[in-house]
């Protein structure tokens, strides 16, 4: 049973389309992030929401929108893609008292 | 400002080799450590923790200790397996269940 899960695993779409990425965890954790993991596999933080509500947004462009549907889910929508999107993004969630149990990952590519 | 320094990568061991992976940080507070693992095509897991200066984190055969006076949370293990072969993170929180703040990670290539 996947604690932590994004949807798609792979995802290549052309320049200037819009994209969602979906996440869902039933750890029952208040908190859920996105991470972004480059071409070097650095990753950095992008957003964190705490109970549907926003509580990090690290300048990322207004091009990524995350929405919190429910504590249950975070899902990342991306409008008018660039190549520099192109990465591996991580959805995660974590409870005050715990460690951040990562999903697989959604390479997208764009081309 | 909080960041984590770990050491240039990649690393090739033969098996059995002992492995140590330097990590030393700069934060504001007393932060939690972590080392997360990446399996080639995964997400990151977990392999161990330390949330207090002194407090050794270990797990599956890796170790690490909280050391604040050097400010370092190096990971060692003592034999390293072709199975231990992945990308290493080491990590900082500031608050428990806080976004994490990661090094650039160390690639690990274990030979046979």
């Known amino acids: 049973d996947t604690a932590v899960s994004q949807t798609p695993k792979y995802l290549v779409t052309q320049m200037g389309n819009d994209k969602s990425i979906k996440c869902e965890q039933n750890l029952g954790h208040d908190t859920m992030y996105w991470y972004k993991q480059d071409s070097k596999k650095f990753l950095k933080i992008m957003f964190s929401y705490n109970n549907k509500e926003l509580i990090i947004n690290e300048t990322v462009p207004n091009r990524f929108s995350p929405k919190s549907p429910d504590k249950a889910h975070l899902n990342l929508h991306i409008n008018s893609l660039e190549l520099g999107d192109s990465a591996v993004y991580f959805c995660?969630?974590?409870?005050?008292?715990?460690?951040?149990?990562f999903g697989q990952g959604t390479r997208l590519t764009v081309v | 400002g909080n960041s984590v320094t770990q050491m240039e990568g990649p690393v090739t061991l033969s098996e059995e080799a002992f492995l140590t992976i330097n990590c030393t940080y700069t934060?504001?507070?007393?932060?939690?450590l972590f080392w997360y693992v990446q399996y080639p095509g995964e997400g990151l897991q977990l392999l161990l923790k330390a949330t207090k200066a002194d407090d050794k984190g270990s797990n599956k055969g890796f170790e690490a200790t909280y050391r604040k006076e050097t400010t370092s949370f190096h990971l060692e293990k003592g034999s390293v397996q072709v199975s231990d072969s992945a990308v290493y993170f080491c990590a900082l929180s500031l608050k428990q269940g806080g976004k994490l703040i990661f090094g650039q990670g160390t690639e690990l290539s274990v030979k046979p």
């Open positions: 995660a969630s974590s409870q005050a008292d715990t460690e951040a149990f």
């Open positions: 934060a504001t507070g007393y932060p939690s």
